[in-house]
Every structure is written in structure tokens, then in C-alpha cells.
């Protein structure tokens, strides 16, 4: 490996030391290096707080004159809630930057490097940029397409299917795959669900580590008729509770809830469901990055169906529950081939006893 990118390697480890605590930022990372030797490093931490580079630069002192710094997104050129760090790379006389990917944040995205290039500094820009990209697709989805990162997660057996007809088991796989789950919620800004799920099986959702957590992302639930009950587990544990509903939800049931300490939000309808479109607005207007769906059927084919899933991660244990067992997502029944939703494969492995597919549609 190049020394360049075995430095951007780096500073991509670094980054992802934030995955659980940089929300609403990016997770970012970097190294400053002289003369074949690290002497500074750092990663963005959690909002309103120095970002990466600066970090790096303190460490670094004096000795940052002449070194590059590797960083695994465009330095800031905007006053936000810290100063630019493109600023304090110029100030500390740094001569080379090499950039992984650019800031898809328009405040920034491409003035930062332009002001590198200005002050005399040598930019180079997209080493390892897929990585670096890997890292933030949620903030990149909410800064180019206004909309968060949607990541659903299913677990059903090999024949495709969630439960028995009776409703039967909550859990089909074994406790690695569901400690990854905790994994995915803990990246996450919100974990998505329908009333469905919440009458059925009383989920918490939220993320159970070993670690203590810097952060609970938002539990949101989208429950048209306001049906759910005060009981749910949902209020007995950390983190705050979104319930969105349509017009008519009773005033009274909606001001005991919001005694709970949800927060209550109506949303239009169509076609009988709370209007997607105008759900994810809402999610985006809250600066959610990366949003984890946990849903039933219902909800996860509605999602399919409307192309709002970015990534599937799908669990498999090796059973089989039969045809008359719950499925996946439902559907409406296919005439033609060309019409079945697709997915590109991206990763593939054993989680214990169990499979984990990881699936994209490709766009971001
Ligand atoms: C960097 N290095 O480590 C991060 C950056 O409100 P602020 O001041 O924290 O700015 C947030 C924006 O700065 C964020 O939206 C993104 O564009 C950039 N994040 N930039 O140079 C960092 N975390
Ligand atoms: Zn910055």
C-alpha cells in the first residue's frame, strides 16, 4: 500500500470512531504527517465540538508547518458551529491536503478546497473516496437529495418468512445477528416502525451495547390512528419518541402522550397511509442522516414499493417456517419480471448461526 493511502486508512479509522456520536455531522477523521511520522490525529467527536482537523492540528503544534494532513472530507470554509478548518490549515502553514471525498454540504463542498488551493496548498482530492463516502451516507443523502439514508432491516427464515401464522416468534435469529442489530441502531438518528409492530410485539428499539452510548436515536412510529397505548415499553426506555398520525387523532390521546414526553406530529394521508413523502420531509427537516426501519409486512412493502430503501440488511436463519407463515414484505403480485423490486448485492457473510445480506439500490 502507497504511504498516502495507508495514512488515509488511518484517518478513515479515525472517522469511524464517531459513528455513534457525530449526528447530525458527518464522521470524519485526520492525520497530519511530517517527514514519514504521524504527529497528529483526530476525529470529529459529536456536533458543536472542534471538528477532525483541529484535533490533528493541536497535536501536531508547530511542527504541522510543511506536513500534510490527510482528511476524509474537504476541510469546512464556514463559520457554523466551529470555525473553518480550511482557515486553521492555512494558518498552520500545512503544505499538502489530501482530500478523500469533497463536503456534499453546500455550505462548503468545494469552497474548502478552493481555499487550500488559494493560500498556496497542495490539494489532492478522492483517495479512497468510496470508503470515506461508506462512512457518512446518510449526511450525503440529506445534503444531496433532502432526504435521509433508508436502511431496512428484516429477519425471516431462508423461505422468506418473519413468523408463523399465529404470530409466533419475535426473534428467528440467533444472538450475533441480533447484536448487530443493536450496531445498526446505534449508527442510526432514528429507528423507524408501524403501529403494527408496536401492538404486536411491544419493541423497545432502542440500542442495547455493551458500551454506554453518547447518544438514543428518536424511536419513531407511524401510527395513523394514534393507536398507541401509554403502556408501550417505547416509554420506559431512553431516548425520545416521535409518533406521527393523520388528521382526526383524538385531542385527548395525543395530550396524554405528549405527557409521556413524545412528540406528536400530523402528517397528511394518501391512499388510506400517512403520505411517505411527506414523512421523510419530516425526518429530513429533524437532520436525521441515517434512518433504520424495523417494520412488519405492511410497512416494509409499502417502503419497497415506493423506492424508499436505500439498503436492505437481511438476516436469514437456516429454517424453514413454511408457506403459511408471515412474509417478508408484502407485495401486490407481479405479472412480469421486469416489474419485481431488485437490489445489488454488496455484502455477504455468517453471522453465527445465521446470514447477513446487505443490499443496495444504488443511489444515493
Ligand atoms: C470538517 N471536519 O470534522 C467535520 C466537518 O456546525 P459545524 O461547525 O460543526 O459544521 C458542521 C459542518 O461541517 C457539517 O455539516 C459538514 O459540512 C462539516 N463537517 N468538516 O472540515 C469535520 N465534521
Ligand atoms: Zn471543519
New binding site residues.
Given amino acids: 500500500m502507497s504511504a498516502d493511502r495507508e495514512y488515509m486508512t488511518r484517518a478513515l479509522a479515525l472517522?469511524e470512531k464517531?459513528l455513534y456520536s457525530?449526528d447530525?455531522?458527518?464522521?470524519?477523521?485526520?492525520v497530519i504527517v511530517k517527514d514519514g511520522q504521524i504527529i497528529g490525529e483526530?476525529?470529529?467527536v459529536q456536533?458543536?465540538?472542534?471538528?477532525?482537523?483541529?484535533?490533528a492540528l493541536q497535536q501536531a503544534g508547530a511542527a504541522a508547518r510543511g506536513a500534510t494532513c490527510y482528511?476524509?472530507?474537504?476541510?469546512?470554509s464556514?463559520?457554523?458551529?466551529?470555525?473553518?478548518?480550511?482557515d486553521a490549515l492555512v494558518k498552520a502553514g500545512v503544505a499538502r491536503v489530501v482530500v478523500a471525498m469533497e463536503?456534499?454540504?453546500p455550505?462548503?463542498s468545494g469552497q474548502?478546497i478552493a481555499r487550500l488551493r488559494q493560500a498556496g496548498i497542495q490539494v489532492e482530492v478522492g483517495l479512497l473516496a468510496e470508503k470515506a463516502a461508506a462512512l457518512n451516507p446518510g449526511?450525503i443523502s440529506r445534503?444531496r437529495r433532502g432526504r435521509p439514508w433508508v436502511r431496512l432491516k428484516l429477519a425471516a427464515s431462508v423461505d422468506g418468512r418473519t413468523a408463523l401464522a399465529n404470530g409466533a416468534s419475535q426473534w428467528i435469529t440467533g444472538p450475533e445477528a441480533r447484536a448487530d442489530v443493536h450496531h445498526l441502531r446505534a449508527r442510526s438518528s432514528a429507528i423507524v416502525t408501524g403501529i403494527g409492530t408496536v401492538l404486536a410485539d411491544d419493541p423497545q428499539l432502542n440500542p442495547r451495547l455493551d458500551e454506554p452510548l453518547p447518544r438514543q436515536p428518536w424511536r419513531v412510529i407511524l401510527d395513523r390512528e394514534l393507536r398507541t397505548p401509554v403502556q408501550a415499553r417505547l416509554f420506559q426506555t431512553p431516548g425520545p419518541v416521535m409518533i406521527c398520525h393523520a388528521a382526526g387523532a383524538s385531542r385527548l390521546h395525543k395530550a396524554v402522550l405528549q405527557e409521556l414526553g413524545a412528540d406528536l406530529e400530523q402528517l397528511p394521508e394518501s391512499q388510506g397511509a400517512l403520505d411517505l413523502t411527506a414523512f421523510w420531509h419530516l425526518l429530513n427537516s429533524h437532520e436525521m442522516n441515517e434512518v433504520l426501519v424495523e417494520a412488519g409486512p405492511t410497512l416494509a412493502g409499502a417502503l419497497i414499493m415506493g423506492g424508499w430503501v436505500d439498503e436492505l440488511v437481511l438476516y436469514l436463519a437456516p429454517k424453514l417456517l413454511g408457506p403459511d407463515a408471515l412474509p417478508l414484505a408484502r407485495l401486490p403480485v407481479f405479472e412480469e419480471l421486469s416489474q419485481v423490486p431488485q437490489f445489488r448485492l454488496q455484502d455477504c457473510r455468517m453471522l453465527g448461526n445465521d446470514a447477513r445480506l446487505i443490499m443496495t439500490t444504488g443511489h444515493q
Avoid: I, K, Q
Avoid at 447530525?24 to 485526520?30: I, L, M, Q, T
Avoid at 456536533?47 to 484535533?55: K, L, Q, R
Avoid at 464556514?78 to 480550511?86: E, K, Q, Y
Fill in positions: 472517522a464517531g457525530t447530525p455531522n458527518p464522521r470524519v477523521g485526520a483526530g476525529y470529529h456536533a458543536g465540538t472542534p471538528h477532525a482537523e483541529v484535533h482528511v476524509t472530507l474537504e476541510p469546512c464556514h463559520f457554523g458551529r466551529t470555525p473553518p478548518c480550511a463536503d456534499p454540504n455550505l462548503v474548502g449526511f445534503m
